[in-house]
């Protein structure tokens, strides 16, 4: 499988906005969930949302309310808009399926910074 590529990250100040892509081949994202997920520094990397190809939506509490994901079918791209950011979402950021299975590979992945 074609790895995801991230794109759309930046340094932005608080309260900011920020809208990341994921483009990733037909065959990784087809009929699955998809999902972006976040390592912040020292952390692991956790789950932070993720949209079936019917369109439910999944959000930790953490970003519920302020980040929405958003899939193009025809496109094989899904989308996080990220609004009222804050120094603690700062991470770098990579889409995957929901779970990730294990023949799947990560993208480079894209930095989201929110100074404090």
């Known amino acids: 499988q074609v790895q995801p590529v991230e794109s759309g990250g930046g340094l932005v100040q608080p309260g900011g906005s920020l809208r990341l892509s994921c483009a990733a081949s037909a065959s990784f994202f087809r009929i699955n969930t998809m999902g972006w997920y976040r390592q912040a520094p020292g952390k692991e990397r956790e789950l932070v949302v993720s949209?079936?190809?019917?369109?439910?939506?999944y959000y930790t509490d953490s970003v519920r309310g302020r980040f929405t994901i958003s899939r193009d079918n025809a496109k094989n791209t899904v989308y996080l808009q990220m609004n009222s950011l804050k120094p603690e979402d700062t991470a770098a950021y990579y889409c995957?399926?929901?779970?990730?299975?294990?023949?799947?590979?990560w993208g480079p992945g894209t930095q989201v910074t929110v100074p404090s």
């Open positions: 995957n399926t929901a779970p990730v299975y294990s023949s799947n590979t």
């Open positions: 949209v079936t190809s019917g369109g439910r939506t």
